[in-house]
């Protein structure tokens, strides 16, 4: 998987929060300090890293930044929303980030090219999770209507979608084999999906409440999942 630490991640968060680009010299916010990191990825392996941010008005532009990993206050805003980002991730040789926002929108970003593209409403409303296939010709998102899209990055458009059962996807993950995506829901759900084409193959009921995120081990035998302050294992 692509994703750093998560006590890195708070660690790093916590720095571009108290950075300049976002402190009480901001003169751009008439809420100092109330802009959030809503998602931490690293940049192939340039030893950079890209961060999501949001506002505490979520229909308020907000900025794709990247910075390096030893000095997580340099920050270098690449482009920006027109809502608050949720979800950001790049591809394995870093060329290109992608992100989502409040609205459903899907920017992808070509790092060589430093050229945005905009995809108006790519994944019709507000997503929660997002990620870029290890073979970085895909983009997976889960919005809130509990629909799984599968972005085909050089076709530009959506390729593969599965309804799943109207929860908002919190989290998405694909196994090591990539034979497989597993979703979590609002309704305590992990959902598992034949990949690429999103075909259900099983549902597993871990809790009454939200599953907020889940993850596959190591070997691809076990699924992961945090649930009402605990943790869920499931084979």
């Avoid at 990247?66 to 060329?95: Q, R």
């Avoid at 990539?178 to 979703?183: E, H, I, K, M, V």
Wanted: glycine share 6%; charged share 20%.
């Amino acid at each position: 998987m692509k994703r750093c630490n998560p006590l890195a991640a708070l660690v790093v968060a916590a720095t571009i929060l108290n950075s300049p680009l976002y402190g009480e010299d901001d003169q751009s916010s008439s809420q100092p300090n109330s802009v959030w990191v809503t998602s931490i990825a690293p940049r192939g392996s340039s030893g950079e890293f890209v961060a999501a941010t949001a506002d505490g008005l979520l229909l308020r532009e907000a900025a794709v930044v990247t910075f390096p990993a030893t000095n997580p206050t340099e920050l270098t805003p690449l482009y920006t929303h027109p809502a608050a980002v949720w979800c950001v991730d790049a591809t394995s040789d870093g060329n290109h980030v992608a992100s989502v926002d409040y609205r459903g929108n899907l920017i992808v970003f070509d790092t060589q090219a430093a050229a945005s593209t905009t995809h108006e409403k790519a994944f019709e409303r507000w997503c929660q999770s997002m990620l870029i296939s290890p073979d970085n010709k895909s983009i997976v998102a889960g919005n809130e209507a509990g629909k799984v899209m599968v972005w085909d990055i050089a076709a530009a458009k959506v390729s593969a979608s599965a309804e799943l059962d109207g929860h908002a996807v919190t989290g998405l993950a694909l196994s090591p084999d990539r034979s497989q995506l597993a979703a979590s829901d609002g309704a305590g759900h992990v959902h598992l999906l034949k990949w690429p084409g999103l075909e259900p193959i099983a549902e597993i009921k871990i809790s009454d409440e939200t599953a907020w995120c889940v993850a596959y081990s190591q070997d691809g035998s076990l699924l992961v999942g945090s649930s009402d302050r605990h943790l869920y294992r499931c084979e």
